[in-house]
Structures are given as structure tokens and as C-alpha cells.
């Protein structure tokens, strides 16, 4: 801790409804129900018409899932069942002079989504870490790598705008490889006040580590390619330059990191299937190509090593076929476990572990948190082993090879971010039922602040 006291900025909390919100919430709700009379209005021909359409969904799924699972004439068999599906179901309805039901219905349908996300995200309370107010940094260090996201540094002028508000830059080139350890410690070393990188999520848990290590605040710039780490911060993906507006007028937040066998991650470490693939030589030239034709084995479980994983010494689970590791759990609604993660503050490692042995099970992923096929965990500690003396592991989208049995682990609170005040992206936390209930709440009110009873969470 750097001793020095700072004063609480905001923790979050329901913002007022308007007139519009309202408004939204009402078209959302006649949608709904538009699209329902539709629904059943497409039915008076017969069940037959419903029927249809379900086993078309379900058969488009199922080809899905043997299509990854195959290889041969049965994938081409599977990709022409999803296409027959896709393509019938419609032909059916045409000719059973139901295909104006079915577009009334999907248009309803996408207006209710629309219209009520739309009135969620501009009033739904918000669940957002405490922010304090710190002074602005005097010496501070942005480490950039030029090639990170396809030249964003130089695209957006950061080097200049970083130059402009006082920052040194670091640039990570050079005839060969750069040490940006290294370049970070010598920062560290010289006396700056802050670390700051313009790169990839695995850079910036690289620094991210040190910074730790010297309790300096660190500054997260969306210069890469994928940019999650700053996405759950709130950061505009899009516009790398507006996060260096921290650098002038910015608030800190204090956030868990993850570790993994000695070394720090900011988004998650991930096992099995993925990790698989992405250690392939081939997967950087060729990842839609490399991916298909790894997945069958995968899933089938001829490839791979065979993970068990223990889960804070007393969950064990027994051979999934991907695991992820998160720094805080991912939204649990969506079913693939990586989705956002409203808080980065629980002390907590969030866990998914995959297990699908059947085309049933791989439609069933898309529940969400309920599917057959997934188990979803927090935990302090996590300890994976496997049946040989190492395995892959993706650390923060790095492919690198561990030996087992690998720890991963979490440092509550431990590292000091350094954010924009104004931010786009601050994620809403709440299910779908919160969502649902309080769109209807925001309909039939009349005028005022939803109260907190109103809405959960």
C-alpha cells in the first residue's frame, strides 16, 4: 500500500428513469406480446406447424454438433442436414401459407429485444467498483507495442497523446525479441509512478504483475486485438487514445489478479480443447481449418490429456474436455462462459468445466448455467493434474506449456488500476429474470425512480 489516503468517487447505483426508458419498456412489452398472438395465430392450421419448426431447430443443432465432432462424408452429411433444416423449415412455412406468420413473429420478436436491452442498459442499476480520486501521476510509464492490434499505437497516435500529457513511452521494438519484464523493472527502478501498456491482455498481465509487485497503479490502454481485460474495465474498445485520458483526469479502482504456476493473469487461464488447439503450429496460419479438424478427437476424447481437477481441495472433476480458470467469474448466462464480468473485486476464481459426450449434451450447452454439460464453480484455488508431465495452457490468449499439476490462485484485490472518470462500458450485473421483471416495471410505472424492491439484485 502506498500509505496515501484517497477519497471514495462512487460505488454505483440506479440511475433515473426517463420518459424514454419508459417508453422502450412499453414497446418491449406490446412486442412480446404481439409476437405471442402471432405465435399462436401461425398454430390454428394444426400442431403440425409448431412441430416443424422445433424439429427443425433441433435437427439443425444436432447436424451442428456432428459436424464438429466428425470427419469424412459424415461432416458433409452433418453440414448438409443443418443446410436441409435451415432452409426447410422456411419452405415449409411457405407452403403451408405460414411464412408471414413466421416473419411477423421474428420481427416482434427482435423489436421486444431491442427496444427492452435498450431500456435495460440506460436504466438498470448498476453494479460497478469503488472508484477513489488519487492525484495525477508525475512520472508516469506507458509501455506500447506498435504491432498490437494491427498498428492501433500509430493509428491513434498514442506515443504522441501519451508525450503530450506527460508520460514516457517505451516502445517494444528492436531487431528481436523485447523484454518487457525487463523494460517494466527498469522503469520501476527509475523511479515512475505509474506503469501503463498499450498492447495485448497477455502483456498487460505481464505488467500488471509488476506493477503489483511495486504497488504502483497501472494503466490499461485497448490497443490490442481483443482488448476483454479492458472491456470488463469499462474501456471503449474501440478508441485505445480515450484511456490515456487517465493520465489527466482519472480515478483508481483496486481489482483481484490471478496467478497460474509463478506468472499473473488479468482475464483467464483455459485447458483442454482450447489450450489444445491454440499450442497447434498450425492455428496462427490457419484457426478455422486447425480448430475443425482437432475438434473431433477432442470431443470424442482421443486427444488430449486427461485432466482431473480439484476445485479448493474438496470438488474434484473428473476428465472435462475444456476448463477455464477466470480472474472472477464470467456472467452466468452466457453459456459458453465467456461473456463479461461485472465485477473484478469478489476475491474469487471463476470456474467452467466442459464435459459433452453426446450430441444431446451439445445441444443442451445452449441453456446456459443449467446445461448438463457444464458445471460452473468459485473457488480460492484451483489445482489441475493430468496423466503426463505437462500440458498447454492459454494464458490470457498466450498458448505456453506448464508442468503439472498446475495451481492457479487469487490475489484479492492486489493490483491498482488507474481508469478514465468517464467510462462507456460499465457492465450492468443482473439475470435475465432481473432484466425481464424490470422492463415490465418500467412499463407500467408512471413516473419516478424504480424502487429497490422493484428491482432484484
Excluded at 10 to 24: C, H, I, Q, V, Y
Excluded at 60 to 87: E, M
Excluded at 434 to 455: C, K, M, P, T
Aim: net charge neutral; glycine share 12%.
Amino acid at each position: 500500500m502506498s500509505g496515501q489516503k484517497t477519497a471514495p468517487v462512487s460505488t454505483g447505483g440506479a440511475p433515473a428513469p426517463t420518459s424514454g426508458d419508459r417508453w422502450l419498456a412499453r414497446l418491449s412489452v406490446l412486442a412480446t406480446a404481439g409476437a405471442l398472438v402471432a405465435l399462436l395465430a401461425g398454430a390454428r392450421g394444426g400442431v403440425i406447424v409448431l412441430v416443424v419448426g422445433v424439429v427443425g431447430v433441433a435437427l439443425a443443432l444436432a447436424g451442428g454438433w456432428w459436424y464438429l465432432s466428425n470427419r469424412g462424408i459424415v461432416r458433409w452429411l452433418a453440414a448438409t442436414l443443418v443446410v436441409v433444416a435451415l432452409v426447410g423449415v422456411p419452405v415449409f412455412y411457405l407452403l403451408r401459407g405460414r411464412l408471414d406468420d413466421l416473419l411477423v413473429v421474428l420481427l416482434l420478436a427482435a423489436v421486444a429485444a431491442t427496444s427492452g436491452r435498450a431500456a435495460v442498459r440506460r436504466s438498470l442499476p448498476v453494479s460497478v467498483m469503488p472508484e477513489h480520486a488519487t492525484p495525477r501521476p508525475v512520472r508516469p510509464y506507458v509501455i506500447m507495442n506498435p504491432r498490437s492490434g494491427g498498428g492501433k499505437v500509430g493509428r491513434f497516435g498514442l506515443v504522441d497523446k501519451a508525450d503530450s500529457l506527460g508520460a514516457d513511452v517505451g516502445l517494444l521494438v528492436g531487431p528481436g525479441p523485447v523484454d518487457v519484464a525487463a523494460l517494466a523493472r527498469a522503469a520501476v527502478a527509475d523511479g515512475v509512478d505509474l506503469l501503463g501498456v498499450a498492447g495485448g491482455d497477455g502483456t498487460q498481465a505481464l505488467v500488471a504483475g509488476i506493477a503489483t509487485e511495486a504497488d504502483l497503479p497501472f494503466l490499461v490502454i485497448s490497443a490490442g486485438t481483443r482488448n476483454h481485460f479492458a472491456m470488463d474495465l469499462g474501456l471503449d474498445r474501440e478508441r485505445p487514445d480515450d484511456g490515456l485520458e487517465a493520465l489527466s483526469d482519472g480515478v483508481e479502482v483496486r481489482i483481484d489478479l490471478g496467478t497460474i504456476g509463478g506468472r499473473t493473469f488479468v482475464n483467464n487461464a483455459s485447458f483442454g480443447a482450447y489450450a489444445d488447439i491454440v499450442q497447434s503450429p498450425a492455428y496462427r496460419d490457419d484457426k478455422r481449418g486447425t480448430t475443425l479438424e482437432m475438434l473431433p478427437d477432442i470431443l470424442s476424447g482421443h486427444r488430449g490429456p486427461r485432466l482431473v481437477v480439484r476445485v479448493d481441495g474438496d470438488t474434484v472433476i473428473e476428465a472435462p474436455q475444456a476448463l477455464l480458470v477466470s480472474n472472477n467469474p464470467y456472467d452466468t448466462t452466457d453459456p459458453a462462459g465467456l461473456g463479461r464480468r461485472a465485477r473484478l473485486d469478489t476475491g474469487l476464481l471463476g470456474v467452467v468445466a466442459v464435459t459433452v459426450s453426446s450430441a444431446a449434451q451439445a445441444v443442451g450447452l445452449l441453456s446456459g448455467r443449467h446445461a448438463a454439460g457444464v458445471r460452473r464453480l468459485t473457488a480460492h484455488e484451483v489445482v489441475v493434474d493430468a496423466d503426463v508431465a505437462e500440458i498447454p495452457v492459454g494464458i490470457d490468449g498466450e498458448s505456453v506449456l506448464m508442468p503439472t499439476p498446475v495451481h492457479c490462485t487469487i490475489e484479492p484485490l492486489a493490483l491498482r488500476v488507474r481508469l478514465p472518470r468517464h467510462r462507456p462500458g460499465v457492465p450492468v450485473q443482473s439475470t435475465p429474470l432481473d432484466r425481464v421483471l424490470h422492463v415490465w416495471h418500467l412499463a407500467v410505472s408512471r413516473g419516478g425512480a424504480v424502487s429497490a424492491a422493484q428491482v432484484p439484485g
